[in-house]
């Protein structure tokens, strides 16, 4: 039977609307004005009613890694829903090539594990092929160039669970790796990289259109014998095709800076990503990234020396509040970054936007962008109740 939601604020992709949203079966079938005959309605006047957010890049959540067993993937899942995010890439870090291959395959069973209460795009491989010199918070001995022994098996195996892979390319000097990507429908990303412009235009030409975590780990101008070479952030902007991650927790990018990739890039090309640990939205003060050790401080997540951050413990939704409270990006740009912006980078073509056909994803909130509700596939979430199945927030650095 159809069921309704109403709200004066219903977010479209360049406006408020006051009315009615019409779903059945998990899909949309009207956004109009007009009162309809329903079996039940949903009364969200007074609050936001958005698309539901799409997180492409995050490592876990609520104690609990996506490089972890299916039960620590089913609960990050969860925990993030609670902030907002019905559809989430889970991001596994540079690891021996066998432990990814182990995280892989672990998300793939939560794809299907019904216990998932949101929907599991697919993995994100952020490594192993780094740049060393732009390692961040990777662990430097988990770097390496592309080796087709390697990631060729991985990608046919499971062509349908690997989503994206962040990769530096300017270690793949015959784009083949870039290419494999493209030939298997998995999105090409360049991150932690140390790339100059010439680097960035052949991947771009092999299907790179992603910078992973803009102004973290990406190069800049330099000089060589005096002259000066772009980098990947330069690059990025001079490329109109190009789509870009920002982590806007209000602590990796400051407010202004945020600004500017907006107004360069503006809000068709850029993704709000949490890029958030596991011990966001816990109380712990120290963890592990694979074999990263951190700190949390100020509201970020540290490397040891405090020299970089190493992550954010970041949810979607404060995302949201970041980008409008703070950078002063209106609301419905702030919204498509976090829904129909990924959606597109993602190949999500019915997620990211209330219209006819698409799916009844939506988060609720308030002024604030304070969580009031959740729907995924038009059934209402228990978003104060999801499913936690991880107990152990931090563990020491033998038993990770």
Request: hydrophobic residues 40%.
């Amino acid at each position: 039977m159809m069921k309704r939601i109403r709200s004066d604020k219903i977010i479209l992709s360049d406006k408020l609307f006051d009315g009615y949203v019409y779903f059945e079966d998990g899909r949309i079938l009207h956004v109009t004005d007009e009162s309809l005959p329903v079996s039940e309605e949903y009364d969200m006047t007074g609050y936001y009613v958005s698309p539901g957010f799409i997180d492409i890049h995050t490592h876990g959540g609520g104690g609990c890694r996506f490089e972890g067993d299916a039960d620590e993937i089913v609960s990050a899942c969860n925990f993030h829903l609670k902030h907002g995010t019905t559809s989430i890439c889970p991001t596994i870090s540079a690891a021996p090539f066998e432990i990814m291959a182990r995280s892989v395959a672990n998300i793939e069973l939560a794809m299907k594990d019904p216990r998932v209460l949101g929907t599991v795009i697919g993995a994100h491989l952020e490594g192993p092929y780094l740049s060393s010199k732009q390692a961040g918070a990777q662990c430097p001995t988990n770097i390496t160039v592309p080796i087709e022994k390697d990631y060729l098996p991985l990608i046919e195996k499971y062509p349908s669970v690997i989503a994206r892979w962040t990769y530096a390319p300017e270690n793949d000097e015959d784009a083949s790796f870039a290419k494999s990507l493209e030939k298997h429908g998995i999105v090409a990303s360049m991150g932690h990289t140390d790339a100059t412009y010439a680097d960035v235009m052949q991947a771009f030409s092999n299907g790179c259109e992603l910078v992973t975590h803009l102004y973290s780990c990406t190069s800049t101008v330099t000089r060589e014998s005096g002259f000066r070479r772009l980098g990947v952030i330069e690059s990025a902007f001079l490329l109109d095709g190009m789509n870009v991650e920002i982590i806007c927790d209000g602590k990796h990018l400051p407010p202004e800076l945020i600004r500017l990739i907006y107004k360069i890039k503006g809000a068709d090309r850029i993704a709000l990503i949490t890029d958030s640990l596991a011990l966001a939205g816990t109380d712990e003060v120290h963890g592990f990234m694979q074999d990263t050790e951190f700190i949390i401080e100020d509201g970020v997540c540290k490397l040891m020396d405090r020299s970089a951050f190493a992550g954010s413990i970041a949810t979607a939704d404060r995302l949201v509040r970041v980008a409008t409270a703070q950078a002063g990006i209106p609301l419905t740009d702030a919204i498509k970054m976090i829904t129909s912006t990924p959606a597109n980078i993602m190949n999500l073509s019915k997620k990211g936007v209330i219209e006819r056909g698409m799916d009844a994803d939506f988060a609720v909130f308030d002024e604030n962008i304070v969580i009031k509700a959740v729907f995924v596939n038009g059934k209402p979430a228990d978003i104060g109740n999801c499913q936690m199945l991880c107990k152990t927030h931090n563990r020491a650095k033998g038993n990770r």
